[in-house]
């Protein structure tokens, strides 16, 4: 028999590596075709001047001529434009009924829909198990030929709004796709394919608030749906459900991550390993946004939920901060890590004042060394069982990287994933002394998973 050869062991990289890969897998939407009853296809909608008038249309076989008559009825449709809602048909033609004006006999709840699309949009989070998606219907639309609706995202409605569920009904329509996209992933719902020869079914997707979609044009028919908000809320605890078993991702996830902590040549010190998110969030954008950083951790999403959920259960820290690069210029390594928007107004920065407030408002972090991060494997023993005050007391010959005497005192961050722009908070001071000269310091929400030192990890 050949000799027992030992597998060599994952070293920190590897377990960076998986763990940046298992971010990657987490899907920002989800759609399906369901069968449902002819009678769950009638509508009812306001028609007509009185008060009191109403239409009955069935979906089910509804003529050209019939579904006219649903588009006459309907409001052309605006969007949010900033804080407004507009009226624009460059950018989006199709009519629209409030909820007032409409009443469908679908149920969305015995369709089970939401059972449907919930494991996709829970997915990672820790306390899947204790949250359900609550739907809102929200509008009916209808997107006759020539309609369409550029590319946008869907204004959250509250803090707890996670995302969108469209569902197409099966009247007959050619174009009208749905086109999806997030970060650099992206999808087409083709709901005219799904359903074509379908007269009882019905096409739905439902997707993350952050996804930016949008209708291309219908080329003929007409393409009705109902859309409506989710709310990620609290599980009437009445109810026991079965334990959740958690995907390969969060598997690996959790694998990598334990790897690190039992690694001792990884921040051997302590330190930080940062997660720019992957999703977009209502965060503070201001210091006078009544918003919290900390409600963000109550509703992360995908990947950026798997992360945490992961995190939590293997017993470590974590919390969503600020992050203001201190730098006289980009990407110096120092920066500031606060868990609110830092409050700079007033402050006139003519010898550095604002980044001295930064500084002394938040965490003052570093970005890890190389062999911190466990790129060299030198150090193994040394590092061995060596505390954070050991390692500042440590002789400066030993270090591989020379540091300045102030980046001791400064909390080393390893990047998982870089941070992006787009949860980001300004603070506003006075560059020179004039009014008229704001200058601003950007805050972006990342992910922070506080490790412990290297000594001191043993109970994890
Ligand atoms: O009809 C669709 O597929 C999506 C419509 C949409 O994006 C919206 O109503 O915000
Ligand atoms: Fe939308």
Redesign the pocket.
């Known amino acids: 028999m050949p000799p027992k050869r030992k597998a060599p062991a994952a070293t920190a990289k590897d377990h960076l590596d998986v763990l940046r890969k298992s971010l990657q897998q987490s899907t920002p939407w989800t759609s399906g075709v369901l069968d449902v009853r002819g009678d769950d296809l009638s509508l009812f909608y306001k028609y007509g001047e009185g008060e009191r008038e109403a239409r009955l249309l069935n979906l089910e076989d509804a003529t050209d001529e019939h579904l006219e008559e649903l588009a006459a009825a309907c409001q052309p449709?605006t969007?949010g434009r900033g804080q407004e809602d507009v009226l624009d048909e460059n950018y989006r033609k199709?009519g629209k009924l409030d909820c007032a004006n409409f009443a469908s006999s679908l149920d969305i709840a015995s369709l089970q829909v939401i059972d449907a699309i919930s494991p996709d949009l829970l997915d990672g989070r820790d306390d899947a198990d204790k949250k359900i998606i609550r739907p809102e219907l929200?509008?009916l639309?209808v997107?006759g030929p020539g309609s369409f609706?550029k590319s946008?995202k869907?204004t959250p409605r509250s803090k707890d709004m996670i995302g969108?569920l469209?569902i197409?009904l099966p009247t007959t329509h050619e174009g009208?796709e749905?086109s999806l996209s997030h970060g650099s992933e992206s999808s087409t719902?083709d709901?005219a394919l799904d359903l074509a020869d379908k007269k009882t079914s019905i096409a739905y997707?439902a997707f993350f608030s952050d996804v930016m979609?949008?209708?291309e044009k219908v080329t003929s028919g007409y393409?009705v749906?109902l859309?409506y908000n989710l709310f990620l809320i609290d599980r009437p605890d009445s109810r026991l459900v079965p334990a959740r078993q958690p995907s390969a991702a969060e598997t690996a996830c959790e694998a990598a991550l334990r790897g690190l902590v039992a690694d001792p040549t990884f921040l051997p010190a302590g330190g930080i390993l940062g997660f720019g998110l992957t999703h977009q969030y209502p965060i503070p954008r201001g210091p006078r946004d009544p918003q919290t950083l900390k409600h963000v951790l109550k509703i992360l999403k995908g990947a950026d939920a798997r992360m945490h959920g992961v995190a939590l259960r293997v017993g470590l820290e974590t919390s969503l901060y600020l992050v203001y690069d201190t730098g006289r210029w980009e990407g110096n390594g120092h920066y500031v890590g606060t868990s609110e928007v830092v409050n700079l107004e007033g402050i006139l920065d003519e010898g550095g004042e604002s980044v001295q407030a930064l500084e002394e408002a938040g965490e003052p972090l570093r970005t890890a060394t190389e062999s911190e991060s466990g790129a060299s494997t030198k150090k193994k023993a040394a590092a061995k069982g060596r505390s954070k005050k050991a390692k500042r007391d440590s002789s400066g010959d030993e270090e591989e990287e020379s540091e300045d005497e102030g980046d001791k005192e400064r909390t080393a961050v390893h990047w998982v994933t870089k941070v992006k722009k787009m949860n980001r908070a300004v603070s506003a001071y006075v560059a020179m002394g004039n009014e008229a000269d704001l200058a601003h310091h950007y805050g972006d929400a990342a992910l922070f998973v506080r490790f412990p030192a290297a000594a001191d990890r043993g109970a994890l």
């Open positions: 449709a969007f199709a929200y509008k639309n997107y609706f946008h869907d969108s469209v197409v009208g749905l719902f709901s997707v979609h949008a209708v393409r749906t859309t």
